[in-house]
């Protein structure tokens, strides 16, 4: 049996190994089996999924006070790395925190430079004030509030530290982006019904009064081939969960009403970047 997270020495944030580990801290289990669920797609997702707008990491920075360049930031549900990726990029010093073993194999073969350690963000291998910055993107809504939250803060260094969540959202500004939500809603009975976007500054208030987390939303576009865009549909948790047989119908009738209103099969998704930060208490 495994002994319980707070038995086990924190490793260093300087010298971490790739690591599994089995916490005993979890989310729910339906939360879980839906969270492990990518690694049915994590191919898929790679291919598929959206990247993230600069704007979101300069705004990142303006919002936590800091530099991303030589901070230490932990990727919380990483998956296959897409903003570990970008991290890395900016020059921050980042640790890749993901649950699943196919998502931690594709990040592993794309980031072979940056170290990986196999957690869940209710339980964190990692020694209290270790980190400037703790990142979410796309993954925070299969956390348990209550523990990931605590977890975060006492991770992060104080007084500078901060808690950083995002999520690509299908813009509700655009018309077209909205009314295939609502189809999709419509065909898929608890469709989303897992998200918490942009209430994740309630939640936390919620959770300690004394923090204030700022949302900001940013919004961005990209133009892709229609196979593309339902490849990115497919790639998303609910598609992953029901398996291919159940997703190809839903993901037909997309087709259809897609190709009406791009018939050269090129989709400008359009997307809202829902960004929430809350900076450590002193």
């Known amino acids: 049996m495994t002994p319980a997270p707070a038995q086990q020495?924190?490793?260093d944030f300087e010298s971490l190994p790739d690591a599994e580990r089995a916490p005993d801290a979890r989310p729910a289990p339906d939360a879980r089996s839906r969270a492990l669920s990518f690694d049915s797609v994590a191919a898929q997702y790679e291919a598929a999924r959206p990247s993230y707008p600069p704007a979101l990491f300069d705004a990142v920075e303006?919002?936590?006070g800091r530099p991303?360049?030589?901070?230490?930031v932990l990727d919380v549900g990483a998956g296959t790395g897409i903003a570990t990726r970008l991290l890395h990029e900016?020059?921050?010093?980042?640790?890749?925190?993901?649950?699943?073993p196919a998502m931690a194999g594709v990040l592993r073969?794309?980031?072979?430079g940056v170290p990986l350690v196999r957690a869940v963000?209710?339980?964190?291998?990692?020694?209290?004030?270790?980190a400037d910055l703790v990142t979410y993107a796309q993954a925070w809504h299969w956390t348990d509030p209550a523990r990931s939250v605590p977890e975060a803060l006492r991770v992060l260094a104080r007084p500078h530290g901060a808690l950083a969540l995002w999520w690509n959202v299908p813009d509700p500004d655009v018309t077209w982006t909205r009314e295939q939500e609502a189809r999709l809603a419509r065909r898929l009975p608890g469709y989303h019904a897992h998200g918490v976007t942009y209430r994740a500054a309630a939640i936390i208030r919620g959770l300690d009064p004394d923090l204030a987390p700022v949302y900001r939303r940013l919004h961005w576009t990209r133009r892709v081939p229609l196979d593309l865009h339902l490849a990115h549909l497919g790639s998303r948790s609910y598609f992953a969960a029901i398996g291919p047989e159940a997703a190809a119908p839903v993901l037909a009738d997309e087709r259809a009403h897609l190709l009406e209103r791009y018939p050269d099969g090129v989709v400008e998704e359009s997307f809202g970047v829902d960004l929430t930060v809350t900076l450590a208490p002193s």
């Open 109 to 112: 073969r794309a980031l072979p």
């Open 90 to 100: 900016r020059g921050a010093r980042v640790v890749a925190v993901e649950p699943g």
């Open 121 to 130: 963000g209710d339980a964190l291998p990692f020694a209290t004030g270790s």
């Open 9 to 11: 020495p924190a490793p």
């Open 68 to 72: 991303l360049k030589g901070s230490r």
């Open 62 to 64: 303006e919002l936590t």
